[in-house]
């Protein structure tokens, strides 16, 4: 098994007890978790204040806050901003789950979900920082990359990605000269086999380029092993 923490630190916040008491259980019940608690915006600000969580368990709809809010804000702040979130929500419409992975959420379940599910999603976001870290800023030829503040510009102008979309880039970055494989970045990034990622990838892959205009032929796609980004 991956080098996870022994134990996981989760700050849950959410406003409802009942689903509160629901995440809590489930959470117990399946792995090794230190745990707290935060019924509203202020309160998760005022826990992070004291601790940092290894993860974000996040409800969208608090009470003083939406919870998209709350993720843009950790995702500007920098002591928080590498701090993986879950959405867990009971909006279910597919444009609230694409809104909450645009503002830096790093996966997103709807409530009320699968106890072995949300174990599984938690382990894989984990598995996603650690294997990206530690990481380091790119700039090269007017192309470059703040992996601390998730930005990507080309030719001086900001590029619009998602957090996955981001993550892929880094990662292939990170290790430009030599070949990720398919395996490695479906591991990584969605916590999946190959050939269940096979279509998300070449998808993200196709996305990626289309981005980056000039510089998009440097993604160089390595028969049917994997992708090498050429300095």
Known sequence: MENLPKITKVLIVEDEPAQMEHTKRSLESHGTFQLTFASSGQAAFEQLNESIPDVILLDLGLPDADGLD???RLREDDRFRWVPVVMLTGRSAIVDKITGLEVGADDYLTK??????????IRAVLRRKQALGPVTDFEQSGFKISADRRQVWITGEAVAMTPKEFDLLLMIVSKRGTVVSREEIGQVIWGKSAEESARTLDTHIWRLRSKMGEVADRIETVGKTGYRFNS
Do not use: F, N, Q, T
Not at 112 to 121: F, H, I, K, M, T
């Open 112 to 121: 009320p979900a699968d106890a072995g599910e949300l174990v599984a999603r």
């Open 70 to 72: 709350i993720c843009r």
